[in-house]
Structure formats: C-alpha cells, structure tokens
C-alpha cells in the first residue's frame, strides 16, 4: 500500500478531530454541562465507536484508547469546541463536512478492521457502521436524546454502503488505499446529499 | 442430551425472533424513528443480552453476532415489525407469549454458558438474568425510557427463578435438556401469571 | 506491602458499600422502580465503574464481579437503601462522606490496576476515574439523567487528581499502602470542599 498506512493514519485522526469537536458541539448546545463533560463527550464521540468495536471483537485495550495520537487529537477537539463555543456556529458547514468525513473514514478503517481479526463478512459491514456511528450513539444516550442514527437523514446508510464496499474489495484481494478512498468518498458523498436535500430513511407507515 | 441442544437451538432463535419483533415494535411505538432505528433497536432487543453476556465472561467475539443465524433470525423479526407496524397490535397477546418465552430460553441458555465458561454459581444466575432482560434494558435506555425490568410486573424474578434452577441442576449434575425445559416452563409460567394479573415485585414503601 | 493490600481491601469494599446505599437511594428518589430495580441500581453503581475498567483492559471477567465479597457488599448496600429509604434521608452528611470515600478509593485502585495491566500512565489516569464515576454515570444514563460526573459540582477532578498522583508514584518506584492513602485522602479533601462550597469545575462562557 506504499504510503497508504500514513494516508489513512492522517485521514483517521482527521475524523477523529471532527467528531470531538461537532461532539462537543453537540453536547454545548445540548445540555448544562462544565468543561469535564465537554471533554469527556466530546472524546466520547470521538473514540466511542472504535472502543465499542473493539470490544466486540477482542482486540483490548481498544487501540484509540491506546495510541496517545488519538487522545491528544480527541482532547483538543473537544477543548477547542469548548473555547470558542458558538462562535463555531458560523463554521456550521465546515463542521458537517468534517463529521461527514469522520462517519467516511471510520466506516471503512472499522470494517477493514473486523475482517483482520476474522469476523465474517456481515459482521464486518455491521462493525463498520458500528465504529462510524458508536460514539455519537453514545453521546446522544448519555444527553438523553434518541441517538440521531435511529432517526434522521441518511447516516448510518452511507456508513453501511462504504463498510460494504470495503468488504466486498477485501474479498476479491482488491483492497487498498485506493478502494479505501473510493468507498470512503462514496459514504461521503451520499451522507452529503442527505444532509443538503434533507433525505431521511424510510419510517414506518401506519403510526 | 441426544437431540437436546438442536431443540434449545430451535427454541433460542425463536426467542430471538420474539424479541427482536417484540423490541421493534416496542421503537415504533415509542419514538419517531426510521427503518434503521427498527432495524437497530430490534436487533439490539434480541442479541443485546447475550451479547453483553458475552463480554463480561470473555467469549469474544459474542456467539450471537458471529453466528449469522441468529443475525438473519434477529432482523427478520424487526423487519416485519416494520412492514406491519400497528397491525400487530392486535397480536398483542401472541407477542406477549413469545416475548415470555425469550426471557425464559435465553435465561437458561444464559446462565448455562455463563457456567460452562467458568462462572460462579452466583454469577451464573446473575448472567442467566441479564442475557434475559438485557437486551430490552440497552434498547430502553436508547429510547429514553427506564428500563422495564426496573419498574414493571415479574419481569427479572422469573428469569432468576430459571437461571437458578439451571445452575442448581448443573451443580448436581442433573442438567440437561429436560431440566432446560422445566427451567423454561416454570419461568414463562411466572411471567404470563405476572402479566395477566398486574403483579409487581415489591416497591420502596416510604416515598 | 505488609498488611497494606488487606487494608485496601477493607477500604475498597467500605467504598462499594457507600456507593451501592447512595446509588440505590439515588434511584428510589429519582424514579418509580421496585426491589429489583433497586437492587440492579445499587450493585451496577457499586461496581459498574470496575467492570467497565476491566472491559478496556481485558480483565475478564471483570473482578469485582467474579469475587463474591463485592457482589454481596454491593446488594447489602441496596437492600439496606431499599429498607430504610427516606429515613436515610437524615444520614444525608453521612453518606455523602461515604460517597467521597468510594470515589477516593476507586480512583487509586482502579489506576493502580491498568498499570498492573500494561496501559500508558495517562490510560491509567483515565481509567483511575472511570473506575471512580462509571458506575454513577451508568446508573444516571439507566435513570435518563445527565450523569453527575458531566455536570455538578467537583466529582470527575479530584478521582484525576487522586489517580495521576497514583500513577506518577509508580512511575518513580514509589507507590504502596502510603501513598494510596495519601492520593485517596486529596481526593476526598478536594471532593468535600467542592461539597461544602458548592465549587463547580468551569463551564462554557457564551451559551
């Protein structure tokens, strides 16, 4: 994969920031809470996917937890969302777009993940949106909200298009930076139009 | 135990399709959510307890996520809660029944494998119980309700009444298909008495 | 050591008693829940800290469940809540005191033992205080609060504080029975206080 490992380390820590940040965003705007649930929630948004998927397949202690990288990159999300507060409501676009790479990139890194370690190839799409979306799900419990991947937009759809394209690559051995990127752009760009034309998923009928 | 274990699978994943048809239609009822979250939540409300289960005795990855059957049992089951949503309503008694016999299959099979994997008698009944109502409590918790096994009818004491048989039997040795069965039968049987007649467990009397 | 793990022993299981009273009080105030719920309550604040440290870790299964003496600790704390309820109302002072000791205690230990288990020193820090609030944070989640540890009051920074002196001692070769003690008393210090003056850790300026 040449430089690819690096590629994805600098992609991954990018998401890593964002979701810290529209975490703790989120968490601001959300609820009274001082600068320990900042950082917390906001790490939380940050690394609570990939430790939840780590859980499940054995790979402890969870490798964001681990590697100091992503802490650091975590913290100073959320410190920096806690700083500046609504004065990053005019950044409101950039933030999305960052979220919206962040859901991208863990999708994939997350499915690839669950196939080293020998997870079948279903589970892999599953743990791929797990790792995507984990961590707001949690946040968003821990605000008492119904987490916004049950209910709005596309999000967890994209997440599963991408892990799936992922896997689906892993198994005929064309997996690589470049299939990585592709699906990753392809979450991306789906979880976009969602967000722009207000897309939702299906919901029940006869309520 | 002869065709034991196929008979236990048998009723194991029609107790998973309880729950996830029972927790699905449970979300639809409760909040404004999407076929994802149906999806979501009706999975979580099956595979949820043992999966957890999983987790504290070390059986990594959980056996209900690896094998698919009960994947593909667990979705079935929240997608025709979703295809038929408030239709079902007038099953409710149906659903009632298979969602009691869940809780007493998965508390036996709970506190069984908690058993096999080295557990404590006492915590064998304790793992019994939460493989049980597990799953219902994490899907609860996502939609802002207190958890049900918290605060309503014979929920939690029937299963700890047949994951206690459970593991008494397997310290005498007598375990097996048939005491599986008696184990399942006298819970469900506490369970549908509970229902029918409003009975709850104790309260704190001095509010 | 000399008799300093027995003393810890008598202290850890001194703190999940007081955790288990306050948890199961908490939730007798906060909601309508019967025995069980009680019960379930008090044991998951009295040890849910412990078993999601030993989760991260890979301690499994988690210690303080393993070990009777905590589970039987933990359910007498609820049972005794779940008694005498409001009348406990009048000991408030008293477990509040308890309380700090628990989350004292936990911070040491729980620090003390992810360094047993090869984690950095600032994983340990990290887990040294999900050891002390994570078993609140689960309760309050259960009970559809914003946990304690994200909002009031100082909990979260003195169990930082107790844990990053831990920590720091065994990095320099120093840690035993003494500095325990001493680490778990600033804890307990820096907590009253905050009690006492109603200090709150800083908030967000511009909401």
Redesign the interface.
Known sequence: MGNGPLLLLVLDLAGTFAFALNGALT??RV????????L??GVITALGGG?VRD????A???AT??D?RY?VVASAGALIA?AL???LDRHATAITILDAAGLSLFAVTGASKALE?G??P??AV?LGAVTAVGGG?VRD???????V????EL???PALVAATITVVASKVDAYGAPVAVIAAVICFGIRMLGVRFGI????????
């Open positions: 968490a601001i609820a009274q809470i001082d600068i320990i649930g900042v917390t929630l430790i859980v499940v397949i054995d402890l202690p969870p937890f681990s100091w802490l806690f507060g609504q004065r370690f997870l079948g279903v589970q599953i799900t419990v821990m605000l008492q909200r119904v987490p991947v049950l209910r709005s999000y967890a759809i939702n998923a299906p919901r029940p009928v006869d309520r």
